[in-house]
């Protein structure tokens, strides 16, 4: 059963701008953090924005400035607003659910791969030069 789904990828021109979304179908989301990690051909899974229960942020120090995380406990859904896009944006974007955890936690745990449980399909986003 697919537990996360997500949306809007494509391709852009360089300087352009996409959304991604990731919708939850479990009732896990409202106990858990939620984040985005990207994974270029070739090249391991990069966190890219993570987001905990009390919606406090996190970035990659490549994104920060340009990308914005937010969710939405109502709808169970989380979003990646990706602005000022680079080709090296380019790279299938994952989001993934944590196990339960506290209303806060830091940037070590969302940022490590590790802490997440459950995993969306993938979404391909490609930035042209």
């Known amino acids: 059963q697919v537990q996360l789904v997500e949306s809007g990828g494509g391709l852009v021109q360089a300087g352009g701008s996409l959304s991604l979304s990731c919708a939850d179908s479990t009732r896990a989301f409202n106990d858990a953090c939620m984040g985005w990690f990207r994974q270029a051909p070739g090249k391991e899974r990069e966190f890219v924005a993570g987001i905990s229960r009390s919606s406090e942020t996190y970035y990659s120090d490549s994104v920060k400035g340009r990308f914005t995380i937010s969710r939405d406990n109502a709808k169970k859904t989380v979003s990646l607003q990706m602005n000022s896009l680079k080709p090296e944006d380019t790279a299938v974007y994952y989001c993934?659910?944590?196990?339960?955890?506290?209303?806060?936690?830091?940037?070590?745990?969302?940022?490590?791969?590790?802490?997440?449980?459950?995993w969306g399909q993938g979404t391909q986003v490609t930035v042209s030069s």
């Open positions: 993934g659910r944590t196990r339960r955890t506290a209303f806060f936690a830091p940037k070590e745990y969302l940022s490590n791969p590790e802490s997440y449980v459950t």
